[in-house]
């Protein structure tokens, strides 16, 4: 079955960087387009940036372009998100998913930005 196992999170502070993987298993990750989203507290999750089975950048969410990079290894079945200068309200819990998403979620990892 599908499998999504987020990693990496953490306490940073402003500034800071952090780099997020999500491990893969049950579909042919190789093919797929795979996503990152993220729900802060009270809100709605939303799309933060989706990366094609080749490596093509799709989208991403405009408040993160120029800090976070999405990136993928289809080899280690592994999909990453590289966040750097860090703010406040990147605090959330960041998700990944396959595009179109799976009904099914992991558990996501908590990134708490605070000094």
């Known amino acids: 079955q599908v499998q999504l196992v987020e990693s990496g999170g953490g306490l940073a502070q402003p500034g800071g960087s952090l780099r997020l993987s999500c491990a893969a298993s049950g579909f042919a990750f190789s093919t797929a387009s795979m996503s990152w989203y993220r729900q802060a507290p009270g809100k709605e999750r939303v799309l933060v940036a989706t990366i094609t089975s080749t490596g093509g950048i799709v989208n991403l969410l405009d408040s993160v372009k120029g800090r976070f990079t999405i990136s993928r290894d289809n080899a280690k079945s592994t999909l990453y998100l590289q966040m750097n200068s860090l703010k406040p309200e990147d605090t959330a819990i960041y998700y990944c998913?396959?595009?179109?998403?799976?009904?099914?979620w992991g558990q996501g990892t908590q990134v708490t930005v605070s000094s």
């Open positions: 998913n396959a595009a179109p998403r799976f009904v099914y």
